[in-house]
């Protein structure tokens, strides 16, 4: 066999092509049993345990390998409540069941390089290779063709847990400009709505009575807008508050969905008053007027 092409299948997957060294490398971390089918060109292939220069002969090595590749299929095939182990943290975790394990693996504790066994199987074995449709392609042809030996998690896993632990950091200066806000919003609708009443109400008739209720209308408006972008801000620092507890996919981008709305709220809101101020600064030049004679006119 060629030292610098060799092909892996297992379960119909193809890895590779890697050499002998990392071979052996595999095998001594368990990550290629006797089960598993080797082949120097892709095409023909024949069980792992058949090379006598990864696995020495043995006494029915034939009956062992044929017994070890069912009681995987068996374990595989079959699923019993606190049967998983994996090995992380530098030593063994577990026992979990299968959806314990996925919280580990949604969380990045385990990825496709972690090694995985569980009751009835017959060697520790990786979690890319075991169960590939847990984890992307990328990451499981990654776990196989990489030169580093040491199990760390992919790129994609411990993104999840790196931004989690960003986006929790601002929470409490979050939560105290929510507070702020809110309470300075809240007291300026009330003083906007009076002002209101008050420019509404006063003698008069023209331009200038309608200018000033216009602008009265269009303030108290605003302060309303801005309570509900303060009401926002507090569900941002709620979702925030989540990520202390669940660090998952789904809590990280709703997250940022609730980022996302809270920015692009503020952000429309502030051009729309821009665009207000500056036909209201229009309309009192034409008038020739200003905000305090229609204030002492009201007066």
Avoid at 129 to 157: H, I, Q, Y
Avoid at 177 to 194: Q, R, W
Wanted: charge should be positive; include cysteine; hydrophobic fraction near 45%.
């Amino acid at each position: 066999m060629s030292n610098d092409r060799i092909y892996i299948r297992f379960k119909g997957r193809v890895l590779g092509p890697v050499n002998s060294e990392k071979i052996r490398e595999m095998i001594k971390r368990g990550q290629i049993t006797r089960q598993h089918e080797l082949s120097p060109d892709g095409t023909s292939w024949r069980l792992a345990s058949e090379y006598e220069e990864f696995f020495p002969s043995q006494v029915t090595k034939g009956v062992a390998t044929t017994a070890a590749a069912k009681v995987v299929e068996k374990a595989q095939a079959t699923e019993s409540p606190k049967e998983w182990y994996a090995h992380f943290d530098d030593a063994n975790q577990g026992p979990v069941d299968e959806s314990g394990l996925r919280l580990w693996i949604a969380s990045g504790k385990v990825n496709g390089k972690t090694m995985l066994w569980k009751n009835g199987m017959a060697e520790w074995m990786e979690a890319g290779m075991m169960r590939p449709e847990w984890f992307s392609k990328n990451n499981s042809r990654t776990a196989v063709t990489t030169s580093n030996t040491d199990a760390t998690p992919s790129d994609g896993d411990g993104s999840i847990s790196s931004y989690a632990v960003d986006a929790y950091k601002p929470r409490g200066w979050i939560l105290f400009l929510a507070i702020c806000a809110v309470i300075y919003s809240s007291l300026s609708v009330m003083g906007g709505t009076l002002a209101f009443i008050g420019v509404a109400s006063a003698p008069g008739s023209g331009p200038i009575k309608a200018l000033g209720v216009v602008t009265s209308l269009l303030i108290l408006v605003a302060f309303c807008v801005a309570f509900y972008i303060s009401i926002l801000l507090f569900r941002v620092a709620s979702s925030v508050q989540v990520l202390r507890y669940r660090q998952t996919n789904a809590e990280v981008q709703a997250v940022f969905q609730t980022y996302s709305k809270f920015w692009t709220t503020l952000g429309i809101f502030v051009m729309s008053m821009l665009i207000a101020l500056f036909l209201l600064t229009f309309m009192f030049l034409a008038l020739g007027v200003s905000v305090s004679s229609i204030l002492q006119r009201d007066s």
